[in-house]
């Protein structure tokens, strides 16, 4: 596909994703770096990001389900990978054969893996994850006793070897929180306590991005960046992403549909929420739900079109909505950005979330399959 199709599309820019974690690593002098590429990339597609992580120098790369593994490894990474989502029956087999390490929060997971793991004839790659406060997966205090000892006996037989141990963050990203140095000292007696167990992992991590940005002594022996890498900030209150040295990778992008003069007074979509104040101009976006707009952001989606900001007008629908030009001139075809760096002037995903009442995070993750991603910047070409 060409540098710019004309139609709606995502341009990806590799460039600013390896630049983007080789900030992030300046971060974390001297620890190992996972690039977290959960959700497609949060978005930005799990294939060709795991490609420039790889060139970038990460060591690691992390994933929720094993079924995002699974892809990345058919598409040919051999690299260290963990993934840390699973349900009962999941593909424990394929998992292990696929050398990927599988993290297990409870004693159920980890009878599934051995079984796995023996039926397969190899010793199983499992990294325990604890709950030191965050309250979603995880292993509870009062179970880990029995899943480190378990654990070790396992390994004692050959059915797994632990290399990691590892928590996530339930506050990082609101500075002071008081659930922080609590979850941190957990943390610390999680790790001491399967080490009095016998356990010897390879590596111990506890830092999602804003924990890399802002907090060093979460940084153990690996960092777990993921939104950061895409150039956005985990939260406003930390900072914008140009106060870390981040860009934005993602931009999107359409050309316009239709553009029609109209007389004051006449409604602009489903319920007519928005009238025309006067004669006017109005733009058709060629992009709506359908393609992970979010519809929270009709009346106040902000969009760049020839030079200024305009906003949703009316109800942003399932594969299309509407700007007012204000009786400016456009012609069909012409840009319309969404959101992207912010450094021609256009939006980001940040004021996107901001409008629709979610975070950036949201933003990218929703944008479906339906909107095609433009690759820029590969370090292949
Ligand atoms: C999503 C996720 C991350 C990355 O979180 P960001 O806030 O995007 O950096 C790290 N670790 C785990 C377990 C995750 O689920």
């Known amino acids: 596909m060409t540098d710019t199709p004309l139609r709606p599309h995502a341009r990806i820019d590799l460039a600013a ?71 009962p029956d999941g593909p424990w087999r394929e998992t292990v054969e696929a050398d990927v390490d599988i993290t297990v929060s409870a ?6 893996v051995t079984a796995a793991a023996r039926q397969a004839g190899r010793t199983a790659r499992v990294q325990l994850k604890a709950d030191t406060g965050l309250g979603r997966n995880g292993c509870q205090p009062a179970d880990w006793p029995e899943l480190t000892a378990a654990a070790r006996a396992a390994e004692a037989e050959g ?18 929180h008081p659930s922080i140095e609590p979850q941190i000292a ?18 111990r991590h506890l830092a999602n991005s804003p924990a890399t940005l802002s907090l060093p002594e979460t940084h153990f022996d690996l960092v777990r960046p993921g939104i950061a890498s895409y150039g956005l900030s985990p939260s406003p209150e930390l900072g914008v992403p140009a106060d870390f040295g981040l860009r934005p990778v993602m931009t999107l992008s359409a050309p316009l549909a239709l553009v029609k003069h109209v007389p004051a007074g006449h ?13 006017t101009t109005l733009a058709l976006i060629p992009l709506g739900y359908g393609d992970g707009i979010p519809r929270h952001a009709s009346g106040g989606g902000p969009v760049l079109v020839a030079g200024k900001w305009r906003t949703a007008a009316g109800r ?32 980001t995903a940040e004021d996107w979330a901001r409008a629709a009442g979610t975070i950036g995070y949201e933003i990218v993750t929703r944008i479906s399959a339906r909107v095609p991603r433009v690759y820029v910047g590969s370090s292949e070409t």
């Open 17 to 87: 994703y390896r630049d983007n974690l080789a900030a992030l690593r300046e971060r974390a002098p001297g620890r190992a770096l996972m690039a977290v590429l959960k959700a497609d990339a949060y978005g930005h597609g799990a294939v060709p990001i795991a490609r420039e992580a790889r060139a970038a120098g990460a060591e690691w790369i992390g994933v929720a389900t094993p079924y995002e593994a699974l892809q990345l490894r058919a598409a040919g990474d051999r690299g260290r990978m963990l993934c840390w989502l699973w349900t």
């Open 107 to 112: 004693m159920w997971a980890l009878d599934e």
């Open 159 to 176: 059915t797994i070897q632990v290399t990691g141990v590892w928590s996530h963050m339930a506050c990082a990203d609101e500075p002071g």
């Open 186 to 203: 957990a943390f610390r007696d999680a790790v001491a306590r399967a080490e009095a167990a016998g356990l010897r992992p390879e590596v």
């Open 267 to 279: 409604g602009v979509s489903y319920g007519h929420h928005y009238v025309t104040p006067g004669d």
């Open 316 to 347: 942003i629908a399932m594969d299309q909505f509407v700007v007012d030009l204000g009786g400016d001139a456009a012609s069909a075809g012409d840009e319309a950005v969404l959101f992207g760096s912010g450094d021609h002037g256009e939006p």
